[in-house]
């Protein structure tokens, strides 16, 4: 983590941007692991907009494949936005002075709510065509639907949060609180036995800039490296119906 000094002379972090990413609001805290989990989520939403429309409807090996990694990401984003919920929106309220930072924090859990019961539709969605009965191409094209709307209201939303609610971060918390946030609200959702799945699929299509700032130092970095090996060829299997260019 490099040092940097921002434009009203404080002392800052060199913030981390990735390919997707709105903004990253300067300042004195280094959420990187905010980053990184908004990356996964925006990669995996591509990959699973095309794959529902593209995987025919009567491979059902290739849909239940996309079920279970459909279950990975699910997991993860329904986690991360628990310990916002939880946590990180609760502090930032108690922090701020109200108005319209207060207004902006309304609309980050209001968000989340809308993209809820989309969550629960595209699950129910992969899970049907991963039947043996309900694999159908009107099935599908519901999916395909709920998928596109998911994407597009969750790439809103991370906008939205990068723009505002970072800003908000880095304004009114220090790296001390960021890393109490980490420790109390999002760590402990995770067990030892999710911490390889997890760790490969935040690592996955990661330029090298960023895989430096992930999380536990070099030797974390090492394990997850020969992880994500085995990761990507699971991937090539189940989007084999994405293009190379999108899945890699």
Do not use: N
């Not at 939403?45 to 239940?64: M, Y």
């Not at 902006?104 to 969605?125: K, N, S, T």
């Not at 699929?201 to 330029?207: N, S, T």
């Amino acid at each position: 983590m490099t040092a940097t000094i921002r434009p009203d002379g404080a002392l800052g972090v060199e913030q981390l941007v990735l390919p997707g990413q709105t903004a990253a609001p300067a300042g004195p805290v280094d959420p990187a692991g905010m980053y990184l989990m908004h990356h996964a989520f925006r990669r995996d939403l591509a990959l699973f907009t095309v794959a529902s429309a593209a995987t025919p409807a009567g491979d059902r090996a290739c849909w239940k494949r996309l079920q279970r990694r459909w279950a990975l990401f699910s997991r993860a984003l329904h986690k991360h936005h628990h310990g916002e919920d939880s946590g990180l929106w609760p502090l930032l309220l108690q922090r701020s002075a109200g108005g319209e930072d207060a207004a902006v924090l309304r609309a980050m859990a209001a968000e989340h709510e809308h993209i809820d019961p989309l969550l629960q539709a595209c699950g129910a969605g992969f899970a049907g065509l991963a039947a043996e009965t309900t694999g159908t191409a009107d099935a599908r094209e519901v999916l395909a639907g709920h998928v596109t709307e998911l994407r597009d209201r969750l790439e809103a939303h991370l906008a939205h949060e990068e723009r505002d609610a970072m800003a908000l971060v880095q304004a009114h918390l220090t790296q001390h609180d960021w890393e109490r946030l980490d420790k109390e609200h999002f760590a402990p959702q995770y067990s030892p036995r999710d911490v390889p799945a997890v760790l490969a699929w935040v690592m996955h299509g990661l330029p090298p800039h960023a895989v430096r700032r992930i999380p536990g130092g070099p030797a974390l970095r090492a394990v997850g490296g020969l992880l994500v090996r085995r990761f990507a060829r699971a991937e090539r299997r189940t989007f084999r119906y994405v293009a190379p260019a999108t899945g890699a």
